[in-house]
């Protein structure tokens, strides 16, 4: 299992944009597909964006298409989550998840295709 942290997250107003960071552990990063997932106030946790462990195919959330983007720096072990033109409705928990993969090029969107999770970081966006 690969340990998972991330950080950046805030308050920010509607608009604005912010940068997560999560930052893993272990030797083997490049070969684990990623992905984000959120969780607000009473709500179920929820697929926000992913991509294969080869970097080469991604996935989004109909809700943060185009305005969020999903990247990767497998030098750094660190998946980055770029969120633009943010929202009172993105306003969450997000966590980072990983999943080890033997398939360079599937991406895994469901909560339960994923082993390792990190604690997650709060956004707030206000209106």
């Known amino acids: 299992q690969v340990q998972l942290v991330e950080s950046g997250g805030g308050l920010v107003q509607a608009g604005g944009s912010l940068r997560l960071s999560c930052a893993a552990s272990?030797?083997?990063?490049?070969?684990?597909?990623m992905g984000w997932f959120r969780q607000a106030p009473g709500k179920e946790r929820e697929f926000v964006a992913a991509?294969?462990?080869?970097?080469?195919?991604?996935y989004y959330a109909d809700s943060v298409k185009g305005r969020f983007t999903i990247s990767r720096d497998n030098a750094k072990n660190t998946v980055y989550l770029q969120m633009n033109s943010l929202k009172p409705e993105d306003t969450a928990v997000y966590y980072c998840?990983?999943?080890?993969?033997?398939?360079?090029?599937?991406?895994?969107?469901?909560?339960?295709?994923?082993?390792?999770w990190g604690v997650g970081t709060q956004v707030t966006v206000s209106s």
């Open positions: 272990g030797r083997t990063f490049g070969s684990y597909a």
């Open positions: 991509f294969s462990w080869s970097g080469g195919r991604t």
């Open positions: 998840a990983a999943r080890a993969s033997s398939y360079s090029d599937i991406v895994y969107i469901e909560e339960t295709d994923f082993g390792s």
